[in-house]
């Protein structure tokens, strides 16, 4: 069954807003124009809309934090992390505030709307700033996990979602891990997250019609990362592949600097991704194609 | 506290912001001395038995106090001076003012008692004023929010959207304080990006605008605090023009000390001056 992760965020809302009193949405838009959500309909005296202020949508939320709320940023990913970086520096992150940034449109979602809409490069904005947490959920469940997760935990986080269904990769009895060991393997592994994870998971697949073990690994949770996996994995593999459709400083950087420091043998470390380039203003599917971000593309570049 | 008292009260705050910054060898001697009185009558002035601004030093989480965001964040040797003073820690923190290791930053830092804002950069303030005023409001809550600017600030894209949600969701436990002292670290703010006019911005974002025309005289500020609050679903803007070093003679209305702290000299001149108002 496919699901998307708009319709994730709204099912968590409704529970978290029930739940909990102090919790508060601050939105800049929603990804569905008409379709609006449902936590819109019933906690409309706790969902505020900014429209199209980013800065000054997540100083607020900020501020709202002075009386014990639990504000919910929600706006387009590379909108917050670019317009908002500053703010989301200073305000959220600096005094630690419990402040929950959710993207939407991550990555190449934008599609057609070109590189200045294309987000490729808020993982790398939202790693780098002390006390932020990096999540990048694949699926419906994983995502509804994730929501719970940060409501749970205290302290600034940053959510990444994609646009489009997917299919859905776990069930309702998912438990939120650092990472999930999807698939052992002998000689390669992929490394991935977010919405290219679905692709990994077919390019695996149909390796393993051929009779071959690919290992694949899913980071719901790019920061903090669990080193103790990442050396693991990249003491046991050959080669190693981090999938994701990020350009610098994503999980693929993130991997690099624990390889720095590692000593003894260990694997090649590679990526499939994004290189230093703006992408043109493509279709999302043409896009993946084009640059070898799909199954086809995954599957040539580790040598399926 | 009467204005008498309230002008022994500024005087006090002035040496020893000046005295905090001078030590620290980093401050905004013109900043501080515009923007003292207006702090001084938010947190000492009262209108007979209704305080200005309600907080207990011995409780600075206490649900019914009121809220002050100091936008103009730079300036905030004299909020911490005002703390101290109040008991909300002790008093000889303030001498270690932008040292090392110490909580006392020179931008306002909520980990210090009675600070609720992380003000580093400028033009964020009025936002975080408007989420708070926002968090009372879905707790139908009473409690206000007083936001501190400084006119250089209003310069900031981000003061324009906070003024238009702040309008937009009418909130009338809002009111925002220009400190009006025409200059900035540059030169003057009408030289760098002219600001005016401002009661016809704020206006136009669904504001009430009380102007003040002396932002020294205790007697204005009061006045227009108590009109501030009876106003009626609207947030509200006292524009207070200002001097920018007021108090210190030398200092008054010159761009060359907006940005900088008091020599030792130059302070034991300030001071004598100072002490004759206590």
Redesign the interface.
């Known amino acids: 069954m496919k699901n998307d992760l708009y319709k994730a965020f709204d099912d968590a809302m409704i529970r978290i807003l029930k739940k909990h009193g102090n919790a508060?949405i601050?939105m800049g838009g929603f990804p569905k124009a008409f379709e609006p959500a449902n936590f819109m309909r019933f906690f409309h005296?706790?969902v505020?809309n900014?429209g199209l202020?980013e800065?000054?949508?997540v100083?607020?939320?900020?501020?709202?934090?002075?009386?014990g709320?639990l504000?919910f940023v929600l706006g387009g990913a590379s909108f917050l992390t670019g317009k908002a970086w500053?703010?989301i520096k200073?305000?959220v992150c600096?005094?630690n505030?419990n402040v929950k940034i959710i993207g939407f449109g991550s990555g190449l979602s934008a599609g057609q709307g070109g590189a200045g809409m294309h987000s490729t490069s808020d993982i790398s904005l939202m790693r780098n700033i002390p006390n932020m947490k990096v999540f990048c959920p694949a699926d419906y469940y994983q995502a509804i996990r994730v929501f719970d997760s940060i409501t749970e935990d205290f302290g600034p986080c940053y959510v990444r979602l994609f646009d489009g269904e997917v299919e859905n990769i776990f069930d309702e009895k998912y438990g939120l891990k650092a990472v999930d060991r999807v698939r052992e393997g002998d000689e390669v592994a992929i490394l991935s997250h977010g919405r290219l994870f679905s692709e990994c998971l077919l390019a695996v697949e149909e390796l393993e019609r051929e009779g071959k073990k690919c290992g694949l690994y899913n980071f719901p949770i790019v920061k903090p990362l669990d080193k103790k996996i990442i050396l693991e994995i990249l003491g046991k593999y050959k080669k190693v592949f981090v999938v994701e459709d990020h350009g610098v400083g994503g999980l693929y950087s993130a991997v690099s600097e624990i390889l720095a420091g590692m000593e003894g043998a260990h694997a090649v470390l590679k990526k499939i991704g994004i290189d230093e380039k703006f992408m043109e203003s493509a279709r999302e599917e043409e896009l993946y194609k084009k640059y070898g971000l799909d199954k086809e593309g995954i599957l040539k570049e580790i040598g399926g | 506290m009467t204005i008498e008292e309230l002008k022994k009260k500024a005087a006090k705050i002035r040496l020893e912001c000046l005295d905090m910054t001078s030590k620290a060898g980093y401050g905004y001697t013109g900043s501080m001395m515009s923007v003292a009185d207006i702090l001084v009558a938010l947190y000492y002035g009262d209108l007979g038995r209704q305080k200005i601004m309600n907080f207990d030093p011995r409780k600075p989480q206490w649900d019914g106090q009121d809220y002050l965001v100091l936008s103009k964040g730079h300036s905030v040797a004299v909020l911490y001076a005002i703390l101290a003073d109040l008991e909300f820690f002790d008093r000889r923190e303030l001498s270690f003012f932008g040292q090392v290791g110490s909580v006392l930053t020179t931008r306002p830092n909520p980990k210090v008692p009675g600070v609720f804002f992380s003000g580093v950069s400028h033009g964020n303030g009025l936002s975080f004023a408007v989420g708070t005023a926002l968090a009372l409001k879905a707790d139908r809550k009473t409690n206000k929010v007083f936001a501190v600017l400084g006119d250089g600030e209003l310069q900031e894209g981000q003061v324009w959207e906070a003024a238009m949600a702040a309008g937009n969701f009418r909130l009338n436990n809002l009111i925002a304080f220009i400190d009006n002292n025409k200059v900035q670290a540059d030169g003057l703010v009408s030289a760098a990006m002219d600001v005016y006019p401002i009661q016809d911005k704020f206006e136009a974002f669904g504001w009430n605008v009380i102007q003040v025309t002396d932002g020294h005289n205790f007697e204005q500020i009061l006045d227009a605090a108590e009109r501030a609050f009876t106003s009626n679903r609207r947030p509200v803007c006292i524009w207070c023009h200002t001097v920018c070093g007021k108090g210190i003679e030398f200092a008054e209305g010159k761009i060359s000390y907006q940005s900088v702290s008091l020599s030792e000299n130059e302070l034991l001149a300030a001071g004598e001056k100072l002490k004759e108002n206590l």
């Open positions: 508060m601050f005296d706790r505020f900014f202020a800065a000054g949508l100083a607020s939320a900020a501020g709202s934090t002075v009386r709320k504000p500053e703010q200073d305000m600096v005094p505030f």
